[in-house]
């Protein structure tokens, strides 16, 4: 059974960090709300839902998947890039050291997980103002126990890697181009979101289920011709906050 560690949000998530989007009220009790039916779906799907603590303190600390890499041989905590984040990861690890052996990033490195997609033996990181060169370098090195290499991918115009492009499969990344250059993938195959609907990249593989932001309905309707199962969620409150599906969880099996 897969496992997805989350954590609820309150009133802090009105002063999330903003990068590319511009500010413009959230409303928290139907963000809430979501949140629920985001967990609902997990749950319908199979998933062990873990429901940290909440932090007050800290607004964007729904956003789990920027404090980990998770794998199968183990996980990495990172060091979030923004500094009002950092204070997320001390609870992520105290969780997920009941699942895996940790390695830790330290200071000078800066990494989101919202920079990270793992595809086969290589996971590719994002070059955003969120993950630094020496991210990166401290990066390959824990990786490289593990029998998996990095691969630097160019990103601009949004926040992390995964706002651009995320896995669907092993062999498989759905992609927004314009915002990603990935001339050092090889071998993967490329489905290209609507250019009208850039949001459309971030989808979360859950089983042989994949989830799509229902703001993004042509995307959906594209990955179900394609033969997916396809199945919907409203994450509208967190796209304000510039989050998207994939960052409310830590999923693993
Ligand atoms: C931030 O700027 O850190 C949050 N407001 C949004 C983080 C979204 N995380 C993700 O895409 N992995």
């Known amino acids: 059974m897969p496992t997805a560690i989350t954590r609820p949000t309150g009133e802090e998530l009105l002063r999330c960090e903003l990068t590319h989007v511009a500010r413009e009220p959230i409303d928290v009790a139907r963000a809430m709300e979501q949140h629920a039916a985001y967990l609902d779906v997990l749950r319908k799907l199979g998933v062990d839902v873990i429901e940290l603590e909440r932090l007050p303190g800290h607004p964007d600390a729904v956003f789990v998947e920027d404090t980990a890499l998770v794998l199968d041989e183990g996980a990495v905590i990172l060091r979030p890039g923004a500094a009002s984040r950092r204070g997320e990861t001390a609870s992520v690890a105290a969780e997920l050291a009941k699942h895996r052996e940790l390695f830790h990033l330290s200071e ?62 092993a062999e498989t990344l759905v992609v927004h181009r314009p915002w990603v250059d990935l001339r050092r993938v090889e071998g993967a195959r490329l489905i290209d979101v609507p250019a009208e609907e850039p949001a459309g990249a971030n989808v979360l593989s859950v089983g042989d289920t994949v989830l799509v932001a229902a703001h993004t309905p042509r995307t959906a309707e594209l990955l179900d011709g394609l033969g997916y199962r396809v199945r919907t969620v409203d994450v509208s409150e967190f796209a304000k906050a510039e989050g998207a599906l994939t960052c409310k969880s830590l999923l693993f099996r």
């Open 108 to 169: 000078p490195a800066t990494m989101d997980g919202g920079d990270l997609v793992a595809i086969g033996d290589v996971v590719l990181v994002g070059q955003t103002s969120r993950t630094n060169h020496a991210g990166l370098k401290a990066l390959a090195h824990a990786l490289l126990p593990l029998g998996m290499r990095v691969k630097a991918a160019g990103v601009r115009g949004c926040l992390h890697l995964k706002s651009a492009c995320t896995a669907i499969d």
